[in-house]
């Protein structure tokens, strides 16, 4: 039997997509320890990715060292959790490296959050606004319908056998049903946690609640930029029949 303690769980997914919201839930559990936004994976994927590294000169294997650093990595955010099970939601990065995770975490759990990707994007754009940030918009619709791409070949070929997808909008409409299954997934005793304002970066617009239309924002030269890049993602998954239908 594995040590729960060696499972930790790991929350993937795109910003703006719920998981501060889904981890503060769940670390709301004595079972589990929130650890937050750790942001060094990427860095140990340019470790792994460099071709010029001592590692790869003393003729150390690609799997060997993948293992190596997930050790390292693990020990490194048990100090963080206190040697208690933990939960770690780096958003973007998690996601974008999840194969990585994966290698060096094979018993671990994963949560795949996924949204709408109109309103993500729409959601981004208008976050990066406001923190004075430089945003490109078709390289975040590229970067929805990859991690899609991603998620959806998980569900097909089953390559991470401890997964399960989390779809915002049902956190929205039905939080508690899907919060009990996400307990029962992670394998803690169900509870019912205190309640968690939801991040939005639409404070001063009349329609700050309904968190399903920000793209209703989107001038049509961007929405057309979407479909092009994440228009079959988008129908794929359920949001949309058609491109033109909206």
Same mark, same amino acid.
């Given at each position: ?22 981890? /503060?839930?769940?670390?709301? *559990? =004595? !079972? @589990?320890?929130? %650890? ?8 140990i ?39 208690? /099970?933990?939960?770690?939601? *780096? =958003? !973007? @990065?998690?996601? %974008? ?39 490109d ?7 929805w319908? /990859? ?31 899907v ?20 991040n ?47």
């Amino acid at each position: 039997m594995i040590d729960k303690v060696k499972q930790p769980v790991f929350i993937c997914s795109l910003a703006r997509s719920g998981t501060h919201w889904l981890r /503060r839930s769940l670390t709301q *559990s =004595p !079972e @589990l320890v929130g %650890i937050g936004q750790v942001n060094l994976i990427f860095e140990i994927r340019k470790l792994v990715e460099c071709t010029d590294s001592a590692w790869v000169k003393q003729q150390i294997g690609s799997e060997r060292f993948v293992q190596m650093l997930g050790d390292f990595y693990l020990g490194l955010l048990q100090e963080i959790s206190g040697g208690k /099970r933990f939960i770690e939601s *780096s =958003p !973007e @990065l998690n996601a %974008i490296c999840l194969k990585l995770i994966h290698q060096m975490f094979p018993d671990a759990f994963f949560i795949l959050m996924y949204r709408d990707g109109r309103n993500y994007v729409a959601s981004m754009e208008k976050f990066s606004r406001m923190k004075n940030k430089e945003f490109d918009f078709e390289v975040t619709c590229k970067r929805w319908a /990859r991690i899609m791409g991603d998620f959806k070949d998980i569900e097909e070929n089953g390559w991470i056998r401890n997964h399960m997808l989390v779809r915002y909008e049902d956190m929205l409409s039905s939080f508690d049903d899907v919060f009990q299954k996400v307990c029962s997934f992670v394998q803690i005793e169900k509870f019912r946690p205190q309640p968690v304002d939801v991040n939005t970066a639409y404070e001063s617009e009349p329609w700050v609640n309904d968190f399903t239309q920000r793209w209703k924002t989107l001038s049509k030269e961007k929405r057309n930029i979407f479909k092009e890049h994440a228009g079959s993602q988008l129908i794929d998954w359920g949001y949309t029949d058609s491109n033109a239908s909206w």
